[in-house]
């Protein structure tokens, strides 16, 4: 509904920004870091995103588009609300998250408040292979097994990677098996997390 909002900058607080556009002030949720690269009375423009609930419209800004990407990015991790990701990206700068992400240093996240260890380890399960992608300016090719067949393999290290995460086997290996499987591991787990997380 919005991309962007430019006018100038009425009021800032403890996590938000007031854009002034025409006499009608937005209310933009924001993280620390587009704080600090505005100031009151300056003209400003944040790139918005409108998350949509049933009781509120809360609406999001920030000062880059990069930031913007890996706050969407975040949100489509099993288990990550606004709330979350707008502290992951008020502790890290969107340079410093995506190269923690894509160097697997989970333990970096761990100190954001609010974001424990299984939660730092599957933002990074997750988004490791998508923020690497990014990062060189490429696509993933896509891969896996032709006519269906899944590989057991597949499964197999799935099954591994949740129980890393603190999952029981059981448990694991009921979310893998109802998942339906995949032709890659992160596929797999992506569903498989995303049963758990119900």
Known sequence: MFYSLTGVCAATGTGFAVVDCGGVGFKCMTTLTTLR????????????????????????GFSTQEELEHFRT???VSGVGPKMALSVLSDLTADRFAAAVVA????????????GTKTAQRIVLELK???????AGTVPAASGTEFGVVDVSVNEAA???LQSLGFGKNEAASAVARC????KVEEVLQKALKLLAR
Not at 41 to 54: A, F, I, M, Q, S
């Open 74 to 76: 975040l949100l489509g």
């Open 129 to 135: 292979d998508k923020l690497s992608a990014v990062s």
């Open 180 to 183: 339906g499987g995949g032709s």
């Open 37 to 60: 690269n505005i100031a009151v009375g300056e003209k400003v423009t944040l790139y918005t995103h409108l998350n949509v609930r049933e009781d509120a419209l809360d609406l999001y």
């Open 159 to 161: 099954v591994e990677a």
């Open 104 to 115: 697997g240093d989970y333990r970096l996240l761990t100190k954001v408040p609010g974001v």
